[in-house]
């Protein structure tokens, strides 16, 4: 590969699903043409998935590719991008990101690798709100174990490279996936079981505007909980362990909706008391970890974070035994 600052003889394309995204949109495509690198070797692709706002004519007014299609979600967007675009090199983030200037340059450094097909980049804020600095602890936190991982199988469009090459055998997004609802890592999911190597580069960077309260957030991580049931369905192995997700996450929705399952039987009986008490200590000491991490950096987000990290557990849950019970409704349905 040519020297990455240069580009020479590489053509990089660089795609954006958007959907009613007037808001956020000028501060990406403004990062978008502020890159470290020749304007002449990459391209930027918008694809507005039936926008009713001023997505198109602001993508117009950057002087970017615009692709249109009816609302169809973000998986079909960028496979509608993906054959339009002109570039060996794929680059994805999504309309409310802004890539840092170097951003172009460290995603595709890792590809220098021949071995290497993918690349996952990182996300950040300029926000000061208590919500958005916890929500981008919880992404350092996934980011600290992604960092002992040779190779990856978790990568988020928010800040994606891959080869071109690989969407033959990957047949891209799936778009059975109706809205952004984990179809991105399903894909990664996808190529990693096919034996492809992709890697994380946590210079790779994308500023984002996070959640800022906290019923956004908990709605946010109840639709998380629910489309899991569909990746897992897919790639159940990958409900055991994946190169992203915390062990520990997954037991802290174990003990949480325990907790709240037995909170009735304890104000009755008081064995039931007794073992809620233990599940609270328990949920506790689980968040301890977090705590201790965070504290470093931002001690007022490590006093919430066991609060924060119970109620995300919760709807995780909540939002995942929905999705099992449509599943089982659905196939009930259809015979």
């Known amino acids: 590969m040519s020297d990455p600052n240069t580009l020479d003889g590489i053509l990089v394309s660089v795609i954006v ?117 916890f929500v981008q602890a919880e992404y350092e936190d996934k980011y600290d174990k992604m960092r002992q991982e040779r190779y990856i199988d978790f990568v988020d469009t928010y800040a994606a ?43 790779a960077v994308v500023y984002h505007q996070h959640v800022a309260s906290v019923l956004d957030y908990l709605r946010r991580k109840y639709y998380v909980g629910y489309w899991r049931v569909r990746m897992y369905r897919k790639h159940p192995q990958k409900a055991l362990a994946d190169s992203h997700t915390p062990q520990i996450l997954k037991a802290q929705v174990g003990l949480a909706l325990l907790m709240v399952a037995t909170l009735p039987a304890s104000l009755l009986w008081r064995g039931f008391l007794v073992g809620t008490v233990m599940l609270v200590v328990l ?22 974070s066991p609060a924060l990290l119970f109620l995300r557990a919760l709807a995780l849950g909540i939002g995942f035994g929905m999705g099992i019970l449509d599943h089982i409704v659905g196939r009930w349905r259809t015979g």
């Open 161 to 203: 490279a891959y080869r071109r090459c690989v969407f033959a055998d990957g047949q891209g997004f799936d778009p059975a996936f109706p809205r952004a609802s984990g179809e991105d890592v399903e894909f990664s999911y996808r190529l990693a079981r096919q034996g492809y190597k992709m890697v994380f580069a946590p210079k």
């Open 17 to 133: 699903p958007a959907y009613n995204a007037a808001r956020t949109l000028p501060a990406c495509l403004a990062a978008l043409k502020d890159q470290a690198v020749s304007r002449s070797s990459y391209e930027v692709i918008v694809v507005d998935d039936g926008s009713t706002d001023a997505t198109r004519e602001i993508t117009q007014s950057y002087g970017v590719r615009l692709l249109t299609q009816p609302n169809h979600g973000p998986a079909a967007a960028r496979n509608l991008g993906v054959q339009a675009a002109q570039g060996e090199i794929l680059l994805f983030t999504d309309a409310d990101c802004a890539p840092a200037p170097d951003w172009i340059v460290a995603m595709i450094e890792p590809l220098a690798d021949p071995d290497v097909i993918g690349v996952k980049g990182a996300y950040r804020t300029r926000q000061r709100g208590l919500v958005a600095r």
């Open 283 to 304: 949920f506790g000491l689980s968040t301890v970890p977090f705590g201790l991490k965070t504290l470093k950096k931002d001690p007022s987000v490590a006093l919430v």
